[in-house]
């Protein structure tokens, strides 16, 4: 007998997602009116005592509730250390048709799904029907425009320095559904064009839980491969937003290096504003190293996924997406990533710098054995 089951005997998981609980709450209990025969896990953080609490409930009340020291209070720790292995200790359990699973304020439901999608064994009962991200309706300018960190919201250990708008924008745009719960202010009724301009083509995005029928995921909406290529870091993103004249979109792309001097001078001005930007790039320090821009509500996060794929030839691409009622800098961010680029002179000095640092070791690590 195989040691994973059939996709037809595993039990349908919904991920729920969000940067707030009072939203998670409501579409996790959304979910349990809607789901046939459900078991619900919450996994909250507690960032001051260094604890993940679990809670697990179903139609009888609560079956049980843990805290679990970890060793480092972070999303991922609590995926690695305990969500995981409940996954799949209550698909196994075989009392439950389906399991709805809230995640901690601040986790991004693609570290569970690339666990499921590559290591079956850890979950072999466990599949994704689904996954949600709540937000809340009177908070979406804070959430996807605001300044605010994590931290500062007490969401995650201070040294966490994830902005709540990257966090808010990478669940949205890893989501099948994105529910936003309450009224929206008639000033912020744009941020919903912006949240559609955000999410993946096909999926749905609703306002409150009677726009949508939580049964819909009992099928398995989630495709892990549409998924991960709408969010990957060397992106293949429309260069428009097709039928929303509310928002922008610039798309940016050069097989050119960036000048790594001249990037520490431009970041600010290509990070800066509400705008959400991500992408990839690459220096002549480093060439075969693939960097990666992760930016929202002006604040940016760099960092370096391994190595271009043999044959592939290295690109600098970014994709900014923004809303016209915040103004519209695209003319401004061309003009600071063209800057980054080598010109013709430095190109013929060749894309490949013999270099002992270049100021991007705080973000990038070392440069010895990545060139």
């Known amino acids: 007998m195989s040691p994973v089951d059939p996709g037809w005997a595993k039990v349908p998981v919904m991920l729920v997602t969000g940067v707030a609980d009072t939203p998670m709450a409501a579409a996790a209990m959304g979910l349990q009116w809607d789901l046939p025969n459900p078991v619900v896990v919450v996994h909250d953080l507690d960032p001051s005592r260094s604890l993940l609490v679990r809670t697990v409930s179903d139609i009888t009340g609560v079956l049980e509730r843990v805290e679990i020291e970890l060793e480092h209070a972070c999303t991922q720790c609590a995926i690695r250390e305990d969500v995981i292995p409940t996954l799949a200790r209550l698909a196994a359990d075989g009392r439950w048709s389906s399991i709805v699973?809230?995640?901690?304020?601040?986790?991004?439901?693609?570290?569970?799904?690339?666990?499921?999608?590559?290591?079956?064994?850890?979950?072999?009962?466990?599949?994704?029907?689904?996954?949600?991200?709540?937000?809340?309706?009177?908070?979406?300018?804070?959430d996807l425009t605001g300044p605010d960190w994590l931290a500062e919201r007490n969401l995650a250990m201070p040294d966490d320095q994830r902005g709540v708008a990257e966090v808010a924008a990478a669940q949205i745009e890893y989501a099948d559904v994105v529910a936003v719960f309450g009224r929206t202010p008639p000033a912020e009724a744009d941020l919903l064009d912006f949240t559609r301009a955000l999410a993946r083509p096909g999926s749905m995005v609703v306002?409150?839980?009677?726009?949508f029928d939580g049964r819909q995921l009992l099928a398995g909406i989630h495709d892990h491969e549409h998924s991960e290529a709408w969010v990957h870091p060397v992106p293949d993103l429309p260069g428009a937003v097709a039928g929303n004249p509310a928002v922008w979109r610039l798309s940016l792309q050069s097989e050119r290096p960036w000048h790594p001097d001249r990037f520490l001078e431009l970041v600010e001005a290509m990070g800066a504003g509400t705008h959400r930007s991500r992408g990839c790039f690459w220096l002549p320090t480093r060439p075969g190293a693939v960097g990666v821009w992760d930016g929202a509500a002006?604040?940016?996060?760099?960092?370096?996924?391994?190595?271009?794929?043999?044959?592939?030839?290295?690109?600098?691409?970014?994709?900014?997406?923004?809303?016209?009622?915040?103004?519209?800098p695209r003319a401004e961010l061309g003009e600071a990533f063209h800057r980054c680029l080598l010109t013709d002179r430095e190109m013929a000095r060749g894309t490949v710098w013999e270099s002992g640092r270049d100021g991007l070791e705080p973000w990038l690590g070392g440069i010895h054995g990545v060139a």
Do not use: N
């Not at 986790?107 to 690339?114: I, L, N």
């Open 298 to 328: 002006g604040q940016v996060s760099l960092g370096a996924i391994g190595r271009w794929a043999p044959g592939h030839t290295p690109v600098t691409h970014l994709i900014f997406t923004g809303l016209h009622l915040h103004g519209d």
């Open 101 to 142: 699973a809230r995640l901690p304020v601040g986790a991004e439901a693609a570290q569970v799904c690339r666990v499921i999608a590559r290591e079956p064994r850890r979950a072999p009962r466990v599949r994704i029907g689904g996954v949600i991200c709540a937000l809340d309706a009177t908070s979406l300018t804070d």
């Open 207 to 211: 306002t409150d839980w009677p726009g």
